[in-house]
């Protein structure tokens, strides 16, 4: 998700009062892991969508997933701190 200002050990704030509406980036409880994806709805229904290109989108219906929360703050940690 770098393309969405998130990467690898950042702390995530989520907010899970918030609707998980298309265009947010959301936690959710994927078939028993959780995943950091953009939420989108297609034609098809809903979907997650990687911020790189090069992942293709999954697909929600018929799943077993449960939307966690909305991510609204990402926190790095600044270099040489780890």
């Known amino acids: 998700m770098r393309g969405d200002g998130i990467h690898h050990g950042d702390l995530l704030v989520v907010d899970r009062s918030l609707e998980p509406r298309p265009g947010r ?3 959710v ?3 028993g ?3 950091v994806k953009r939420l989108e709805q297609r ?3 809903p979907c997650l969508v990687a ?3 090069g ?3 999954i697909p929600l219906a018929g799943r ?3 939307v966690w929360g909305v991510v609204t703050h990402v ?6 701190a780890r």
């Open 64 to 66: 077993d997933c449960r």
């Open 33 to 35: 892991e959780l995943t």
């Open 29 to 31: 409880a994927l078939e």
């Open 55 to 57: 992942f293709p989108p």
């Open 43 to 45: 034609e098809t229904g």
């Open 51 to 53: 911020s790189h290109p």
């Open 75 to 80: 926190v790095h940690a600044l270099p040489g």
């Open 25 to 27: 980036v959301v936690i």
